[in-house]
């Protein structure tokens, strides 16, 4: 089996670049070390090489179908899923108390990374239920975490979202699902959700889905939408199952990619009743909703990182093996074919997948870090700033992976040429499955607008602030790095240049301009991830210099200087492409909004 997981770059970034250790055995963290926290990993890349990565191809050919009134998935899927519930990771990061592992934030999101990239469509029940389950232990009553979290976190009943309709996609102010009270305090949940994923299967007892609704009286718009738990089985006092509850499967998407993950239209209250329970306040249901969607960006991000990262690793042992063609400097027919990767033009492609599959992977795990330095936050001015940093930073942790690690998995078939076109090998599959992530969990272009036309603004700037001020002082403390000082220089540069932007942006809203302010967001979001990113290459950089200077000749230098030229790589072909999208995202937006639809 080839060794698609990127144990060594998940460990190097773990320890050399982020230092983990510096939070184990601290506060939540206590009773973990290095050893432990390596443990765990071993355990998350055993899975996903012995019980993820063999039925992937399978789930894919079989999808799921609607047989009767209940979904079908393979078998081996709902053995994977019992092998990861066996394992404790569906809920390792949750308290001691919840029958968690309290793993770091970052740990498990490299966890996770390794689980979805063998295998996706799998693993996003477990993540679904996850998030599912967070929501409900921040915003539930005591009787609903009971009921319904706790069987979650036990891997017994899973868990969904359901907030986009059949007329309704991302614009949830439009969502017409009915929530009517009723006198034992409970509500009626009436209407139909579509692109529910997870919405049914046989893999778990029962399923609970949070569904966002409005009440009779609520007012228009988002403030309008309550959150309510519906599960497809009622859950007696005792904790057993009765009868059906109005939840019915009206149809069976079949996508692109995912196709592992059943994914659904489900009809509420059509047939019986469907009984749901108040998660949090009457109107507050977008904002219970938000710490799942949160959650789930970021999971979207590393999932499409390492998605991304296994079809890089596939196209270079690929590359290695096979010949064609003479080299540029001796192209004689009567020598023998060399591997293609000793052809320039496969290295630029294969270090173009390395740059932004690795990068994309070092920019989630930052983000799940500085989770854990705000959980571990000595005062409030310092939990403040790292709230700020994840708050400017998600809708980049979603959208910059999955717009850039699409491209490297596009240039992993390109590597492979028709084999990679064909299902010889997993590379289409595995675009596939990445192409939907730049869609769900809002749209990349609705990250784009989050980005420019909310967080870069909101508090006066304070996330920017926050962002900047890491930036400046992680490249003050390069100083006297010679052989990265040039890239330290265009990082301020374009840093200054993106801060001027956000201030002009903040400048034509407060004026009511929005239309020029954010007509032009999705290029400004390319020219911020791909800075972000320049900036996590240079600190991956530094310290792989680092360790050259005490590494002799094998594999370990090999790998430290794999970083320092992808570093290079991207910041002399990729990183210029930032500065043309933040000249465009300053261009008049009148080219997209003064022509008729009939011009089109």
Partial sequence: MPQFIDRHTLDFLLFDVLNVENILGKGRYEDHEVESISSVMDLAQKIAENDLWTHAEKSDVEEPYLDGDQVKIVPEAIAGLRVMRDAGFFAAHCDYELGGMQLPVVVTHACNGMLKGANIGTQSYMGLTRSAANALNAHASDDIKQRYMMPMLEGRFFGTMCLSEPDVGSSLADIRTQAIPQDDGNYSIVGNKMWISGGDHEAAENIVHLVLARTPDASPGVKGLSLFAVPKFKVKDDGSLGDTNGVVVAGVNHK??????SNCLLSFGEKEPAI????????????????MMNEARISVGIGAAMLANVAYRIAVDYAKERKQGRPLADPDPMKSPVPIIEHPDVRRMLLKQKAFSEGAIALCLYAGMLVDYETLAGDKEERQHYSDLLDVLTPVVKAWPTEFGLEANKLAIQVLGGYGYARDFPVERLYRDNRLNSIHEGTNGIQALDLLGRKLVM????GLTALAKEIRNSIDE???????????????????????RAQETSSLLAQGERVAALANASPYL?????MVIGWLWLQQAVQALKALNSLEEGDEASFMRGKVSACRYFFEYELPEAEVWLQVSTNSPDVLVNLSEADF
Avoid: C, I, P, W
């Fill in 256 to 261: 692109m990619g995912y196709r592992g993950t």
């Fill in 276 to 291: 749901g329970q108040l998660v949090g306040e009457l109107g507050r249901g977008l904002f219970a909703m938000f710490l």
């Fill in 459 to 462: 508090n006066d700037g304070r």
């Fill in 478 to 500: 390069l100083r006297g790095e010679a052989k990265v000082q040039s890239y330290s220089d265009t990082l301020l540069f374009l840093l200054k240049k993106l801060e001027v």
């Fill in 526 to 530: 390319n020219a911020f991830g791909h």
